[in-house]
């Protein structure tokens, strides 16, 4: 008798990623067998992050350092929900979304990155603009850019977080804003030195670059509080309080004409919902994987990106080992699907660092090499920014 034909597994992957993005690329070309396989994002496009800071500064536009995740599942013939997840009820598979019914799966991969830690500061929710999610970043950024240049007011721009993000952003804003009057940039990092987890060549460029370019730098200082001020006349004041007493003063108009805005691109840290899944996480609530990116407490379930860690070969939160897990992540689930063993996926130890300056340079770091800003350094980086991004064209 003829073997009876197995039912399509369920395949759902939470988030556009740049690891679920390369999966659904990859589909495309050698598609995984026997599965529905349906995307659920908030957007329905999803940010490369290498080109994000070249967009602010102005580089880019928004298509092409977006990749249009609507388009990549009609090409992979998977189902797109534009939705946003807000548990998992994993005795059930099954995701739970805030505006639809249950979306059942019997193999799930988590690519959502992560956001910066704000909730523990009091005020930075509701009067900061967090870096992520992207979208509400760059919708905020292209308001106050419409403001500045319609009103031509001064604008002091807050930053708080010196680590790469940071920088670049500080940096990208700059370069665009360069010809307006009364222009402040300042940044906060409660680190001593700039991008701490770098080498302190990288440290000392960077903050080279950054006061030639007149951002004023506020190290060492932890802010510790966002709070409304007594109204005024005609405006609102947002004071910015460091724990050493140091405040920055920020107002803000009530016919929405913005003179300050606050940028928040901190520690990352992985989504509240999260810890409520019954997955084991680690202490910032990140998931815990395999080295095969599998669930250390559920098999059937794999995790990427910033939302994952590795829990024999930890690295940091960059967009280089979601990239590099796109391929693995693949190959790993199309075994499991066939009832296969996946392998073990081991990141690079280190990895090269090409960081925009916004004014058509970059600076490259790896390990303890490293080469200063260059024009020759940036269309290397831009070449393979571009290059990564014509795979989803």
Not at 98 to 103: M, Y
Not at 272 to 282: A, F, M, P, V
Not at 288 to 312: C, E, P, R
Request: charged share 20%; hydrophobic share 40%; proline share 6%.
């Amino acid at each position: 008798m003829p073997q009876k034909s197995q039912p399509p597994k369920k395949l759902v992957l939470i988030g556009g990623g740049h690891s679920h993005a390369i999966v659904l690329r990859s589909h495309i070309n050698n598609p995984l067998p026997n599965i529905h396989l349906s995307l659920i994002s908030e957007s329905s496009d999803t940010p490369y992050s290498g080109m994000l800071p070249g967009h602010i500064a102005g580089f880019y536009t928004r298509s092409e350092c977006h990749i249009n995740l609507q388009h990549l599942t009609n090409f992979a013939g998977a189902k797109f929900y534009i939705n946003r997840v807000i548990n998992l009820d994993l005795n059930n598979n099954r995701v739970i979304c805030e505006n639809l019914p249950p979306i059942d799966f019997d193999i799930l991969s988590i690519d959502i990155g992560s956001i910066p830690a704000t909730l523990t500061i009091p005020g930075a929710a509701e009067y900061a603009i967090a870096a992520k999610p992207v979208g509400k970043l760059l919708a905020e950024w292209e308001k106050l850019c419409n403001q500045i240049q319609e009103y031509q007011l001064p604008v002091h721009i807050g930053i708080v977080g010196g680590g790469a993000g940071g920088v670049e952003l500080a940096l990208a804003m700059q370069a665009k804003l360069h010809n307006q009057t009364g222009l402040e940039i300042h940044l906060f990092n409660r680190d001593r030195n700039l991008m701490p987890s770098y080498h302190p060549s990288v440290q000392r460029l960077m903050k080279k670059v950054l006061l030639k370019r007149k951002i004023k730098l506020h190290l060492g200082e932890t802010v510790c509080k966002l709070e409304k001020q007594a109204e005024q006349v005609n405006k609102d004041k947002i004071k910015l309080t460091c724990e050493s007493g140091l405040n920055l003063e920020c107002d803000r108009s009530k016919a929405g004409t913005l003179y300050h805005r606050i940028f928040w691109v901190t520690e990352a840290s992985a989504p509240q919902w999260l810890k409520t899944t019954g997955l084991t996480t680690d202490e910032k609530g990140f998931i815990l994987v395999k080295n095969t990116l599998q669930s250390l407490s559920h098999s059937h379930i794999f995790a990427s990106g910033d939302i994952a860690t590795m829990v024999n070969h930890p690295r940091p939160k960059a967009g280089v080992f979601a990239v590099r897990q796109g391929k693995p992540l693949f190959n790993n689930l199309r075994r499991y699907i066939l009832g296969e063993t996946p392998q073990n996926y081991i990141p690079q130890p280190d990895y090269l660092s090409l960081i925009g300056t916004g004014d058509g340079k970059a600076l490259a770091n790896r390990g303890n090499f490293t080469l200063p800003p260059s024009r020759l350094l940036w269309f290397w980086k831009d070449w393979i920014d571009r290059k990564f991004m014509q795979q989803f064209q």
